[in-house]
């Protein structure tokens, strides 16, 4: 599976961005999917995950209640709505492929990683 993840850019803190990640190779539509982000000089930290049909969901407590995960596995991608964005947002955001059948906060539960896209915010 090769993942490409788009959409990140330089936004005002309060504003808004929606990451996308589309797979090809094959259908991610039997994964939970994942997005962690990197921040200068931090470990990749885990952000939100979502199950393979979309229903459950997971966030980590920093971004819960701004952030939603979703999925269109017609369309092989996943996304990431960010709002009431934060200079603390500011990271490499990468999305990954999951194959247990639990939702995973920790990077090793990831096989198939994305490139990773830029999320500056600026206050």
């Known amino acids: 599976v090769q993942l490409q993840a788009s959409g990140g850019g330089l936004v005002q803190a309060g504003g808004s961005l929606r990451l996308s990640c589309a797979a090809s190779?094959?259908?991610?539509?039997?994964?939970?999917m994942g997005w962690f982000r990197q921040a200068p000089g931090k470990e990749r930290d885990f952000v939100a995950a979502?199950?393979?049909?979309?229903?459950?969901?997971d966030y980590a407590i920093s971004v819960k209640g701004r952030f939603t995960i979703s999925r269109d596995n017609a369309k092989n991608t996943v996304y990431l709505q960010m709002n009431s964005l934060k200079t603390e947002d500011t990271a490499v955001y990468y999305c990954?492929?999951?194959?247990?059948?639990?939702?995973?906060?920790?990077?090793?539960?990831?096989?198939?990683w994305g490139q990773g896209t830029q999320v500056t915010v600026s206050s």
């Open positions: 190779g094959r259908t991610i539509g039997n994964y939970n």
């Open positions: 979502v199950t393979w049909t979309g229903r459950m969901t």
């Open positions: 990954a492929t999951s194959a247990s059948g639990l939702l995973r906060r920790t990077e090793r539960e990831y096989g198939y």
